[in-house]
């Protein structure tokens, strides 16, 4: 299943950095409440492609952090107003401060998806009342979801059978609606039946990456994945797979980790050419994040060890041109949503502790961030 994930990305380090660049950064504290307990910790942020719609999923304080005392919540004003939502039972997980929730998916503001670690397995939960209720979701008797990609219409999911978590066979793709409710399962091309790969979708348009053992392959299919096609050259090799991001049917975005760096690529034309966007090195654990916002911008977090003057950059011109944007200043940035050219937020950490994790907000493009309170 690896690379199948979506990374819930980010690390740790660096209250220097944010002391450095203090001038670069106003901060004041939005809809502030007055309380014995600590303030909420931002763990998660999800956005919903080309909407204003942004959900957060923090800890309800720093006291219980380390626990599923969670909470979910949805702005669409760019963290200006909140509103309070519900998540499925999370259970607690050592090491984990968002317990056994493994991913959260929302394809608007109604229908979204939640995968606990349950058992040594993966369930998941859908709603389609905006996660005021959740139920769970089985594609058929004899098989695990792997993975749940949403599109404008329909639910995409990649299935299989499995003794274990990471243990499966006869990978599948399975269609329904957002729903989540009825299911159509298709067979997958030979080298895609055996797992291993990241599955992206755009409306009727499905791509899957596959690291081959000697080179990799990247399979598209424009009918809902009833078919697919090996692209003939690609250049996106990777540890496992690369993570794809389709902003239209045809141009797409890919992250792909090379082991302790990540290289990405932008196609214009569906994933047949690719062109490579950063050109200066960029470590994967080394807190920083990329957020694809349209077919035509994506913004990159270089993290605190760049060795440029600032750490955040926007990439425009089908990603050939990266233009310097602002200063994030975090020692870990663990989640980047833009929701468009101007409006964004971000979890920040800045010297690796918990408490030390905020929300912040810009509206002006990545050049000044202000912290958000989330209440």
Known sequence: ??????????????????????????????DAV??????????LLVGVSGTPLTFVVSAKSVECASGPCLQLQRTSDNGAHFTSLHLPPISSESGSTLG?????????????????????TMVWYATADGA????RVSVATDSTIL?????????????????????????????????????????LPAPLAKGGFSLAAYDGNVWANLQGPRV????ISHDGGRSFTQSSVTPLASVSACNLTPTSSTGLW???????????FY????????????????????????DPVSSSLAYLDFGPFTTRSQDLYAITDSGHLMTAAGNLACSSTEGLVFSDATHGLAICQKNGRTSSTHLLRTSDGGKVWTVVRVS
């Open 1 to 30: 299943m690896a690379g199948a994930l979506k990374h819930l990305r980010r690390h740790l380090i660096a209250v220097i950095v944010a002391m450095a660049t203090m001038t670069l950064v106003t901060t004041h504290t939005v």
């Open 34 to 43: 007055t309380t014995s307990q600590s303030p909420p910790v931002p763990l």
């Open 100 to 120: 056994n929730l493994s991913q959260l998916i929302f394809a608007n503001s109604t229908d979204g998806y939640v995968s606990l670690n349950v058992a040594n």
């Open 132 to 135: 005021q209720s959740w139920h």
């Open 147 to 187: 993975q749940l990609t949403p599109t404008h219409r329909e639910l995409y999911a990649t299935v299989a059978h499995c003794v274990k978590k990471y243990t499966c066979t006869d990978y599948r793709i399975a269609r329904s609606p957002l729903t989540a409710n009825e299911w159509t399962i298709n067979a």
């Open 216 to 219: 990799p392959r990247l399979f």
């Open 254 to 264: 890919a992250e792909c980790p090379t082991g302790m760096l990540v290289s990405f």
């Open 267 to 290: 196609s214009v034309d569906a994933g047949v050419h690719w062109s490579s966007i950063s050109r200066y090195e960029y470590a994967g654990t080394g807190g920083g994040a990329f």
